[in-house]
């Protein structure tokens, strides 16, 4: 099934993912990532062979243990030292990413490891098909949506997101509890209820864990911050997989032998229970004396499963006391709501945009009276239309590379006519040279621009500031560049549209 769907995405990828060249060389931390390759799977072969393939005392296990430990010590070295690390240890100093970190690997060990199993259960215990076990599963699903949906909608309008992993650690680990307490007795309805808990904790926890990380780390880190709390998830995930099915193998054998003692008790044959009880389907075509024994040996099993999960929850609970609560950023709030902040693949958290979303909000509300608050509080001798047409000119020769009269009347849509006055007077006072259509700065008017510029910078960093990060003024002035080029583009494409009025008619 997975290989054609495959194959239609790489084709679909390669037809329609534009090429982009990029502006330098990256430089890819190949050490890191064979290091934490090797150790990361020499741990979940450990933990997957150990007790079943070999002997947990054996050579290979403790190998495999000790190897993994090693390379990822060593891992954490090379990237103290990479150029571009993979996962940059800096990020461990944020306590809010290592918490956000602990919990995604929590929340995957403990998802992926019901979400594995359940459907076994389902169908070994209960009888169902391979279909219906897992449409059995929905209320799991629906319960994790409709709380990831709702703590998304709660902190977009709030703004606090710190009772939602607590709360979720604490709903998950009793979902998982009631979980363990299903039988072969205990009805649909039932086992539906303690699905849809599992879920919701589920929900709860996972959704706001990469919105905090988001929240936190500078712009700069936004897509590693982002893409290394779903590395842990999935790190979590698979050692959940592996760990459940160690225990699930451990505890399956006596169990099964003691059920197969029990069915043959009722009239069976030991050789053919033992084959029967090998699939669900062969299992529940034996005579139900002799299915019973069977069926209650997989749920004894599988509560040992679910059980052993339930510290995990605990640990994330504890864990989840930690997580600080700071203000939120606009755009980590907006993205609250966004469900796939919190499952999808990584995304790219691309800081550029992200900071661009910030000030154009910060931008968009601030009105003439924030400007010539700023102008007055800046080092210019510049009135407020004197500060405004050389800034201007400023940001129009950053822009396009030159700054023309039209150009500067289309985008405020206004007359060329009622700008001039403004330009004539920066001109006869040396701020501005020009013929009266195309204008440059003087060595003085360079200077007044850098004044105000400063004083903008400094406003809009204050701003940025109070939603939890303060860019460098590299990333500030590319941010407004982009949105100016953007609103000068739509207002160019309006004044040329074959559909707009021309004035001249209209009149």
């Known amino acids: ?83 571009e690390p993979m996962l940059p240890m800096r990020l461990f100093r944020n306590p809010v990413f290592t918490v956000c970190s602990i919990l995604s690997f929590v929340v995957g060990f403990a998802m992926l490891g019901a979400m594995t199993f359940l459907p076994t259960y389902l169908q070994y215990v209960d009888g169902d098909s391979a279909t219906l076990s897992g449409v059995r599963t929905l209320p799991m699903v629906v319960g994790l949506l409709v709380a990831s949906v709702f703590s998304g909608n709660v902190v977009s309008k709030t703004g606090r997101y710190r009772i939602f992993p607590i709360v979720g650690s604490l709903v998950m680990a009793v979902g998982l509890y009631l979980l363990s307490r299903m039988g072969p007795d205990s009805g649909v309805w039932l086992e539906s209820l303690y699905m849809l808990v599992l879920g919701v904790g589920i929900g709860l926890s996972m959704q706001v864990l990469t919105i905090a990380v988001q929240n936190t780390v500078d712009y700069s880190d936004l897509g590693t911050a982002t893409s290394g709390v779903t590395f842990f998830r999935t790190l979590g995930s698979s050692f959940g997989t592996a760990v459940f099915g160690t225990i699930y193998a451990n505890a399956l054998k006596p169990n099964l032998t003691d059920g197969i003692a029990a069915a043959a008790r009722a009239g069976g044959d030991p050789a053919v229970l033992a084959k029967a009880a090998q699939s669900p389907q062969g299992l529940h ?66 800081s550029a945009r992200l900071l661009e ?58 007359p060329p006519e009622v700008l001039v006055p403004v330009f004539d007077r920066m001109i006869e006072e040396g701020y501005l040279t020009g013929d009266g259509r195309l204008f440059t700065h003087t060595a003085a008017g360079s200077r007044e621009a850098a004044a105000i510029g400063v004083a903008w910078a400094r406003w809009l960093n204050e701003r940025l500031a109070e939603h939890g990060s303060r860019p460098d003024d590299r990333q500030l002035r590319a941010a407004v560049d982009v949105i100016a080029k953007r609103l000068l583009a739509e207002d160019l494409t309006q004044e040329l549209s074959p559909e707009k009025p021309r004035v001249g008619a209209a009149l």
């Open 357 to 414: 979303f910030s000030v154009a909000k910060i931008l968009r509300g601030a009105g003439p009276d924030t400007a010539r608050r700023i102008v007055a509080e800046s080092d210019t001798r510049l009135d407020m239309a004197g500060a405004w047409a050389v800034m201007q000119v400023e940001l129009f020769t950053r822009m396009v590379g030159h700054a023309g009269l039209g150009l500067i009347a289309t985008r405020h849509r206004v």
């Open 285 to 350: 075509r034996l005579p139900a004396a002799q299915s019973a024994p069977l069926a209650q040996a997989y749920a004894d099993t599988l509560h040992t499963v679910f059980l052993w999960t339930v510290p995990v929850a605990v640990l994330g609970l504890v864990v989840a006391l930690f997580l600080k609560e700071v203000k939120l950023r606009d755009t980590a709030r907006v993205g609250s709501t966004d469900m796939g902040e919190g499952f999808a693949q990584p995304s790219a958290g691309d």
């Open 1 to 83: 099934v997975n290989v054609p769907i495959a194959i239609v995405v790489v084709i679909a990828a390669a037809r329609t993912i534009p090429s982009v060249r990029a502006v330098g060389r990256p430089v890819i931390d190949y050490l890191g990532i064979a290091l934490v390759t090797v150790g990361a799977s020499a741990l979940i072969l450990a933990t997957s062979w150990g007790g079943n393939e070999y002997a947990w005392g054996s050579p290979v296990i403790i190998a495999l243990f000790a190897g993994g430990v090693v390379a990822l010590a060593l891992f954490c070295l090379v990237e103290f030292r990479a150029k």
